[in-house]
C-alpha cells in the first residue's frame, strides 16, 4: 500500500473524507425502537388499569418509564433531526 503523503501528489484522484461515519441511522432505529417500546408501556398500563385490583405501584412505575422514554425519543429525535439539518447546510453552502 502507498504512503499517504505519495497519494496526495496524484493529480486527479480524489482522497477519501477521514471523518468517522456517525451512526445517524442506527440512532434514528433507536428512536423508533424507543417510540414502540412507548407504546408497550401504554398497552401495558391498559392491561393494568382493565384488572380488577389496581395495582397503583405498578401503574406509577409504567408512568415514570413513559416519561423517561419520551425525553430519550426526543432528544434523540431533535438531534438526529439537527445533525441531518446541519450537513444539508454545509453541503448547499459547499457547491
Known amino acids: 500500500m502507498a504512503p499517504a503523503a505519495a497519494i496526495c501528489h496524484v493529480k486527479g484522484v480524489r482522497l477519501k473524507k477521514n471523518h468517522a461515519a456517525l451512526p445517524i441511522g442506527r440512532t434514528a432505529r433507536i428512536a423508533f425502537e424507543i417510540d414502540a417500546m412507548r407504546a408497550a408501556c401504554s398497552k401495558a398500563a ?13 401503574l406509577e412505575e409504567c408512568a415514570r418509564l413513559d416519561d ?18 446541519s450537513r444539508i447546510d454545509r453541503r448547499s453552502r459547499a457547491k
Open 46 to 58: 391498559t392491561v393494568l388499569i382493565k384488572e380488577k385490583v389496581l395495582d397503583e405501584q405498578e
Open 68 to 85: 423517561a422514554l419520551a425525553k430519550a425519543h426526543l432528544l434523540l429525535k431533535h438531534t438526529v433531526r439537527n445533525i441531518m439539518l
